[in-house]
């Protein structure tokens, strides 16, 4: 079997990054890895950007460790704000949550995601993975705004206790690169690395002159 004949596997529970995946327009089913992240990245020892390649990483062994995952093309992705070198991490609390909407109101940081693209065949483990980046600029919200937002829950499943795409909190004044890529799913990434398997989907995703979400890239 070629790995162009596997079936493709999302391995998250990420609504956001079922939803970017579709526009490829491939066919694929999702799953959800088991294993404790958090317990993972405490033996991580490398730069902080690249933690969230680490972590996918971490996400498609434990996905391999369950028999029927073999004979899929399992993608799998772990997103990370960073301020300051620091990684700020998904909130514990509503505390924590408003900590770090503090932290960073009106600070550049930048949000890295770390996609890998796997296969396990025949007891042959093929992985590739990149990280993308995206510096992002938060606008000066208020703390009113902040807890409204925390009250709305939306923060409590996000890295640095936010979503760009909140239309209710609108958190960004700018960003510098790709906006999929903060949501969770950088799609030129992952089309890149499907091309690796010889996987080619008919929607491809981002280029530079025919993004189809090139004004989305750039909101000044
Ligand atoms: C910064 C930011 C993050 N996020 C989300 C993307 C990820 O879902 C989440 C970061 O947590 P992750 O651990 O990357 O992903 P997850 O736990 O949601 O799903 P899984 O590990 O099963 O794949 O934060 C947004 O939706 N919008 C944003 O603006």
């Not at 294993?35 to 498609?60: N, R």
């Not at 960003?175 to 799609?187: E, K, Q, R, S, T």
Request: proline letters at 6%; one cysteine or more.
């Amino acid at each position: 079997m070629t790995t162009t004949q596997l079936p493709l596997l999302l391995a998250s529970a990420s609504p956001r990054r079922r939803q970017i995946l579709a526009t490829l327009g491939l066919p694929y089913t999702v799953s959800v890895a088991p294993g404790d992240e958090d317990a993972a990245q405490a033996h991580y020892q490398g730069s902080v950007d690249g933690l969230g390649e680490w972590t996918a990483a971490y996400k498609a062994l434990m996905m391999f460790s369950r028999p029927e995952t073999a004979n899929h093309l399992v993608i799998t992705a772990d997103t990370t704000v960073i301020l300051d070198d620091q990684e700020l991490g998904k909130p514990r609390d509503t505390e924590h949550a408003r900590s770090l909407l503090r932290s960073l109101r009106g600070r550049w940081h930048r949000v890295v995601t770390g996609i890998v693209v796997s296969t396990m065949v025949a007891g042959q483990l093929q992985m590739h993975g990149e990280s993308c980046s995206t510096p992002v600029l938060m606008r000066p919200y208020t703390d009113e705004e902040i807890d409204a937002y925390i009250a709305t829950g939306d923060p409590m499943d996000k890295a640095g206790a936010y979503g760009i795409q909140s239309a209710s909190f609108q958190p960004t004044e700018s960003i510098d690169g790709c906006y999929y890529n903060v949501v969770g799913l950088p799609l030129c990434t992952l089309v890149r690395l499907l091309a690796k398997f010889d996987v080619h989907p008919a929607n491809s995703g981002c280029s530079d002159t025919a993004c189809p979400w090139s004004e989305q890239c750039h909101i000044r």
